[in-house]
């Protein structure tokens, strides 16, 4: 029997999703709720979005959907999974509880202390006058975290002190992200090193690791300028050896989704989790409890095996039973460069018609995935600041690198802009 699928969200990540579930030989109708101009063409849209959690539940019961795959982690912290579940719909994607892991600052780094996962040293505040004090009598430059989601935005690196002491003020005083997201404050130890992204599908007591992979979070090349959601990425992250990987299951996931089971907020869905090459080891910096955007993208380019009877079992708590052939990878690594609208990570203009998506698909191994796209009048339109992520697969990193960004220069689109740097670090160790 084919099975309906409902992806929900709008960016690169759920593109990548409708287009890899499409593939699956148990697909049936594979909508994207909203989703862009990409999904429209590699599944069906529904002119709807996951906040509205009734219209999207009375959707699943009347168009027979065996599985709904969140994307967004705002969706999952408002209990998007949960109120499906209640009317006996399938989901990918962990509980409200569950997603605190994310949702919450504070609650993700007591969990990591109690469970023993290196992360840096930390405390947490309520009050900026006991912050302040704390951050003034360090020796070390600190981080100082918003609890709450602020759209990515609430995390202050800061160089000295003072910076330190303004951070807690933009974010507790004058609540810059939000006054629910600034009541509590993490402040931690800043660390140095090479990030890297693992993600895991987690489900029961089973942890499958994904590919490591490499995200490019500042705007410009040489990771200058401010931060943004993601600008390119690659996988394999040749730094994620063999031995990392093995470091991670047992040292990042085992503890965390056993601490979570125990506390009765099992953990099922895709785990991410962002660490920190240090000098001292590997530290977490954070969990996420959804796919990375544009993690997503390269991962599953590389993917070969059935998303959807991956997904499926996660959701069904088979994961365990599948068996070792269930995942294969493409050896070829992928990279993925994001395409920009003007302004962004800023302010951004109105909506521009984008040129040459039609020569850029027509190149062997290239996917362009969408994500601020629409499909407007004549043409597909742009519509928010990541508005592509060009994505493609080569014999080796340096040639899947210069196979994404020639489909890259065949796209055009007023104000568009990009790194051209996405790889290189990778390559600059060869
Ligand atoms: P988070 O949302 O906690 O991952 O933080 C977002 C970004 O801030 C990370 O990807 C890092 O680049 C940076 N960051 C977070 N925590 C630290 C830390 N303790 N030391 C240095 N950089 C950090
Ligand atoms: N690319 C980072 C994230 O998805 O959070």
Redesign the pocket.
Known sequence: MKINVVVVGKGGREHALVWKLSQSPQAGTIYCCPGNAGTAKDGVNVPFDGTDFERLGRFCLKENVGLVVIGPEDLLALGLSDYLRERGILVFGPTKDAARIESSKVFSKNLMRHADVPT?DFRVFDHPSSAHTYVGSRDYPV?V?ADGLAAGKG?V?CKDIPEGLKAVERIMIDEEFGRVAGKQIVV????DGE?VSMLALVSGRTILALPPTQDH?AVFDGDTGPNTGGMGTYCPAPIGTPELILEAEESVFVPIVHAMKRSRNPFSGVLFA?L?LTKQGTKV??YNCRFGDPETQVILMRLKSDLLELLLAVAQERLGELPDDAVIWDPRPAVCVVMCSAGYPGKLEGSKPISGLEAAALLPDVKVFHAGTKVGVKRIETDGGRVLGVTALGNTLAEAKMKAYEAVKLITFQGAHYRTDIADKALRKK
Do not use: I, P, W
């Open positions: 840096a981080v975290k995390v690196v931690e130890k800043k660390l990030e979070k962002g920190m910096l954070e």
